[in-house]
């Protein structure tokens, strides 16, 4: 943080509401005793919260008045003898951010990059293990999954802002080892719901949600590049995936999963190891259902933000899931099909690092609903007169690169609209709200598909759900501040007249 964002702090001082880039900073009196610095940081974006605030220094006895304001970040730490000690917890610079994004990377290789691969499995127990069910069965195992992972956010998400998020990935490393290890002896319908849906989704979404809440702490100006590198993993995690179960598959269902599982603990283990956290966490806190995950939906942003996710969701994972078996209904070999999904993952490891990274230098809002649009384009019409291999990997990795940037964004977003204190826990209400629109995506699509095996009208299905959910995040821009920076941020100070100022990182 450079100096010109550095004002001396006084025994007493009252912090006004701010214009555009202003700071109102009026010095009551002088003191010797103060060992106290303001930094003002205006690139951690935050919702609006007022509200008048009183609490007790002890060490100081000193009394400390503010005005929580919009679009704009205090944080209060230790100077003179604890300065170098601050940089050391400082966003955005030294080592542990980017170790927080190497657990990050891990994190999503394993989740995103499991659920990404999601339309393999399907693929496969259409024609062996479940080939007496409809495809419309078959297809709630991968619903149920995305369901799962989604609505698990509501409880990780909490979790972590309480007690830290290395507990909540540790969780998840355990749970997505034993759930893949456990799908190898599926014979069973019932059986694989339970190991893949339930168990494997429940570690893969400990994976995500610690590891998110640990990187938004840790960064805010360039918090898209962070995650849109950490999201990378996802991608890299569905070609590896992919390919170890398209060279294994043939010579046995048990070695692909087995290898799979492998690879999946070692990540994990990485994962849970680096994660750290910056913010402290919150501690026991006595659960408020309403005060934890239904406020935030009376902030317009953050509502509109929300409709237009759930929109998205169902149908973004609808290519994903059908490319391959979309592909094997065209004539195209179950080898080649299942290379197709490769593909559309290389696509996805460049639009979530390329357009993550232009997050930070534009609207991100904007930048968000286009490329929501430019997906849903892909889809309807591309998709649907895509017919040969080569026609259907362009879709794939156009697709792929487009919806890469809507998922490395996603958390972006939700950070930049909320307290950087609350990130995980509004994290999860917003994926406890879409988790009910991947709970129905994959079973609509597969009802729309019918037994006949004709994908049009399932591809324009998708098309029209991700357009419409591109116009509706595009009004989240009529309700940002007109005259205020998007990458600003409010205050997320939370006092409090216990003497306990739980709002501002204090490092000691």
Known sequence: MSDDN?????????????????????????????????????????????????????????????????????????????????????????????????????????????????????????????????????????????????????????????????????????????????????????????????????????????????ISGWFSARRGLAFGVAASGASIGGICLSLIFENLSHKSFQAAVYAMAGVLCAFSIIAAVATSSRIRPTSKQRYRFVNFYLRPFLEPVFSIYTASMFLIYLGLFVPMAYFASSAIAEGISAARSFQIIAYFNVGSFFGRVLLGLLSDKMNKFALFSTITLLSGLVSAPFWYFAHSEVTITIVAVAYGFFTGGILAMFSTLVAQISPVQEIGTRLGAVNGIIAFATLVSLPIASAIVGTDTNYDNMKIYAGVVLIAGAIVAACVNLKMPKDQPQESAQAFAICNRSGDIRGFDILD
């Not at 730490?77 to 966003?91: F, G, L, M, T, V």
């Not at 998020?165 to 290890?181: E, N, Q």
């Open 6 to 214: 550095l004002t001396a702090f006084p025994e007493k001082a009252t912090l006004h509401p701010m214009s555009t880039h202003s700071t109102s900073l009026i010095s009551l009196a002088s003191s010797r005793a103060s060992s106290l610095s303001l930094h003002v940081d205006p690139a951690l974006p935050q919702p609006a919260m007022y509200g008048n605030c009183y609490d007790k220094i002890s060490d100081m006895s000193k009394e400390l008045e503010c005005y929580h304001t919009t679009y704009d970040t205090f944080q209060i730490d230790r100077s003179d003898q604890d300065s170098e000690h601050d940089k050391y917890y400082r966003p955005d610079v030294g080592f542990r951010p980017w170790l927080a994004v190497l657990a990050g990377f891990c994190g999503q290789f394993c989740s995103f990059g499991f659920m990404n691969v999601v339309g393999i499995f399907i693929a496969y127990y259409q024609h062996n293990q479940l080939a007496d069910l409809s495809p419309s069965t078959i297809s709630w195992i991968g619903s149920i999954q995305s369901f799962v992972f989604s609505f698990s956010g509501l409880f990780c998400g909490h979790i972590s802002d309480m007690y830290g998020p290395r507990w909540v990935t540790a969780g998840g490393c355990m749970l997505i080892t034993v759930g893949m290890l456990t799908i190898a002896f599926c014979k069973y319908y019932y059986q694989f719901v339970l190991a893949q849906s339930i168990c494997s989704s429940l570690g893969a979404a400990g994976l995500f949600y610690g590891t998110t809440a640990a």
